[in-house]
């Protein structure tokens, strides 16, 4: 049995407003993918993450992580397979120090204080932070916060990353320094962007939600170069497959323009 | 609203200072917290006229300042900032209280201007040795080591929230406050009423904040509990440093020291 399959069934949710987020989502995600999930704003993306690790329950349709139910019972079990990195690291980052951050997840699982010292100098040298061990949250750049964040649940050694426009608000080089450290994940990896230049390169298959649905689910490549249904979708081709505005040449053969 | 950024700012470089290494930087915080408690017990505990035996007291400051190397001039300017708050408190004294107290050659002394003083002198020795104690420890390791000497840790948890998202909430208000001054054009804007609107959305973020980090803490497995990894060692060092100070801080509370300095001097010199 594998941890690594996220397994969404008729999933419907309606907040206690009326508003109907998620009419009826279905999909599969197998061990070691990587997804992208892309749609406009309210479509639906942040309701379907907050499902995948219980902070909200659906109204309608069931969710299945390792073939595990998801369920009250369930939960603490689950919440450890799946590490969720939310949108504002000033969210996930509460602790006072860099360290303290990141021991929270292993020590709330029990680890022994060595195992969680080496654990935690293992991770944040994965992210490439491991000089900030000692600093408090709030004297870190965006970037730093971001790969901080990363490590928070890179420590409880998740089987499967959920993150939430992982690329917003940093600056090219931390945007590239960030891809590179997640294309070399292992984990089956979950992503929610508008930044569709990054689905296109980490992803292997893309979601398009739209309007609480499932538009299309398919290879990233194929669903990007599908121009009809982006722009139902409210959506746009990634730059790197849009022509050279200066020049007019085109990536693709063809002027898209 | 600089002047609130501006004051965050300050915030954060007393924090910084905690960073430094000194003999007193590192002692364990107990030591130091103890410390404090102590000589803040006896400062606070002479009755309202007396102001010569406060004197003394000021040896710890100063010596604390001089050994771990904190500037003074930037302590002196944080206690500064405290006395507008410390006057108001004692201005009235010199007005109730007319009775002569002290007789200086032809000058008399009020016992009110005795009291004010000896309030504003308080005030600055407890101030400035909260302020020393936060430069040498850190906030984090004060309340750590409160949690540890017995205060329950609801308070200990509160206390490291609050100083975790006071600079995320004072930088989100420093921006709206901003984003309306832009749009009042140097006038009023619309006055205090949108400044209830301004609090009350201030106060739904926080909200909505507080849910966002209460999620991203249970996704991270927490329970209720809050654990905590932090060696600390209360030895030699420590006992010795807790044993010193107290036994002068109530050595100066027992004994009158100027005074007694001062008969010492009359005797001799009679």
């Known amino acids: ?257 | 609203m600089a002047s609130i950024n501006r004051a965050v700012l300050d915030l954060k470089s007393l924090d910084l200072l905690a960073n430094r290494s000194s003999a007193i930087h590192r002692l364990d915080a107990r030591a130091k917290v103890i410390v404090t408690l102590i000589f803040i017990l006896c400062v606070v505990s002479y009755s309202r006229y007396e102001l010569t035996a406060l004197f003394p007291f000021f040896v710890f400051p100063i010596i604390m300042i001089s050994l771990s190397g904190l500037p003074p001039l930037f302590i002196l300017k944080k206690i500064i900032l405290l006395c507008p708050f410390v006057i108001a408190v004692g201005i009235f004294n010199p007005v109730f209280d007319r009775e002569t107290f002290v007789h200086l050659g032809f000058i008399e002394i009020s016992g009110g201007w005795i009291s004010f003083i000896s309030i504003l002198t308080r005030s600055i020795l407890t101030v400035g040795a909260a302020f020393i104690l936060l430069g040498v420890t850190g906030f984090t390791a004060v309340c750590q080591a409160l949690e540890s000497l017995g205060m329950p840790p609801v308070f200990a948890v509160q206390l490291l929230f609050l100083y975790r998202y006071i600079f995320v909430l004072t930088e989100e208000s420093a921006r709206t406050s901003r984003a309306r001054e832009l749009r009042s054009f140097g006038k009023k804007g619309q006055g205090i009423s949108s400044f209830g609107s301004m609090v009350g959305h201030l106060l739904l973020r926080t909200w909505q904040r507080a849910e966002r980090i209460h999620m991203a803490m249970l996704a991270r497995g927490f329970t209720g509990e809050f654990h905590a990894c932090r060696q600390s060692h209360f030895g030699t060092p420590e006992l010795r440093f807790v044993f010193a100070w107290s036994a002068l801080f109530i050595f100066l509370r027992l004994q009158n020291v100027p005074q007694l300095l001062g008969s010492l001097i009359t005797r001799l010199i009679l």
């Open chain 1, 1 to 257: 049995m594998s941890h690594h399959i996220v397994e969404v069934k008729n999933l419907r949710h309606v907040y206690s407003d009326g508003t109907v987020a998620l009419k009826d989502i279905s999909f599969v995600i197998t061990h070691g993918e990587s997804v992208g999930i892309i749609g406009a704003n309210g479509a639906g993306k942040s309701t379907l993450l907050q499902h995948l690790n219980g902070c909200l329950e659906p109204t309608g349709g069931t969710i299945h992580i390792g073939h595990t139910p998801l369920s009250k019972g369930t939960l603490p079990d689950i919440r450890r397979t799946i590490g969720m990195v939310f949108q504002d690291p000033d969210d996930q980052l509460f602790m006072p120090t860099v360290f303290d951050d990141v021991a929270f997840g292993p020590l709330n699982l029990g680890y022994s204080p060595a195992d969680i010292e080496e654990r935690v100098t293992e991770v944040l040298d994965l992210v490439g932070a491991g000089h900030l061990r000692d600093k408090p949250p709030y004297h870190l750049s965006g970037g730093e916060k971001k790969r901080v964040a990363i490590a928070t649940v890179l420590s409880m050694s998740p089987d499967i990353l959920v993150m939430d426009e992982p690329t917003n608000g940093l600056d090219p080089f931390a945007r590239r320094q960030l891809m590179k450290l997640l294309r070399d994940f292992e984990h089956t990896r979950i992503f929610t962007s508008h930044d569709l230049d990054m689905v296109l390169e980490l992803c292997n298959r893309v979601i398009v939600l739209h309007e609480g649905e499932v538009w299309a689910d398919g290879p990233a490549l194929e669903i990007f170069s599908n121009d009809k249904l982006l722009a139902e979708c409210r959506l746009e081709k990634p730059l790197s497959m849009q022509g050279c505005p200066a020049c007019g040449s085109d990536p693709k053969g063809s002027l898209q323009y």
